[in-house]
């Protein structure tokens, strides 16, 4: 019987998995190509600016800013119905890349466009580590 309340956990590919391994170790990483230095996210098997196949991974800073951003109001997941209200972001890190995640640890009606956010990392399962941002410190306001 499959338990409803558990938060589902992505499915690794071949493709994301260095990207999942990585978050279980704390860390956030994205791809670079190799031959126009181009990062991009989310994890492909190619780059999208030169299609050359040459990618490495790269550790990310694990901050940005907040590009937009919605408050669920009603959870999308019962395993969520006690996180609610939550905000839910695309978050537009330094390395130029946009990441789509959760805003956590953090008063809800502080979350703004524009406000700096750095990289938290949330152990979900035994398996499954989820890379999500909170604000930053509001001197880097």
């Known amino acids: 019987m499959t338990d409803t ?12 998995r260095p990207y999942w391994e990585a978050a279980a170790e704390g860390r956030l990483v994205i791809q670079r190509c190799r ?5 991009q996210f989310y994890p492909r098997g190619f780059c999208t600016a030169c299609l050359s196949d040459r990618l490495e991974w790269v550790e990310s800073a694990g ?5 937009t951003f919605t408050v669920c109001r009603i959870p999308a997941h019962p395993s969520m119905r006690d996180k609610v209200p939550y905000a839910v972001a695309v978050i537009d890190l330094d390395e130029g890349v946009r990441v789509l995640t959760d805003i956590v640890d953090c ?3 502080q979350v703004r466009i524009g406000a700096r956010v750095e990289v938290r990392f949330e152990r979900i399962s035994s398996t499954c580590v989820l890379p999500q941002f909170t604000l930053a410190h509001l001197e880097d306001q």
Request: charged share 30%; with cysteine.
């Open 5 to 16: 309340t558990a938060r589902p956990e992505p499915a690794p590919t071949a493709e994301t």
């Open 35 to 39: 031959d126009c230095a181009r990062h």
């Open 63 to 67: 901050l940005g800013r907040i590009y």
């Open 107 to 109: 008063p809800i009606d």
